[in-house]
C-alpha cells in the first residue's frame, strides 16, 4: 500500500479537515471516492481483457514471477547461467594435445590400472595417509 499505515492516513485526513474546511470536505471526499471507484474499475477492465485475449493460458502464467519487487539482477544472471538444456548434446571438455603432460601422476596410474591382470588389487600406498 506504498507505506501508508494508518497513523500516516489519520494524519493526512486531519490536515485534510484543516485544509479544506468543513464545507469543502464532502465535495473531495466525494471525487476522491470516484477517482478510486474508476481505478479499480479501469484495472478490473485490463484483466478482463487480459483474459479474453490470452484464452485458456491466462490461468497457466505464474504472475508471482513477474512482479518486478522480485527482481534480483543476482538471482536472474545466476539462473541463466546454471541453466541446462536438457537437449544438448554433453560437451567433453577441449584440451589442447600440447597441454597434456604424458609424465602426469593422473595418466600413470591409469596406465597401471589398465595394465592390472583380472584377480590383482589397485596398488595401495600406505603412507598417503
Known sequence: MGGLTFDKLLIIGVIAVFLLGPERL???????GRFVRSMRDMAN????RMREEMGPDFEDVDWK???PRQYDPRRIIR????EVDPFAEPQRPVVAR????ENSAYL???R???VLAAGEGAPFD???T
Open 98 to 101: 600440447s597441454a597434456v603432460n
Open 108 to 110: 600413470q596410474r591409469k
Open 65 to 67: 514471477k513477474l512482479d
Open 112 to 114: 597401471k590400472r589398465e
Open 26 to 32: 464532502p465535495h473531495y471526499a466525494a471525487q476522491l
Open 126 to 128: 600406505s603412507e598417503a
Open 79 to 82: 539462473e541463466a547461467l546454471t
Open 45 to 48: 477492465g485490463a484483466k478482463d
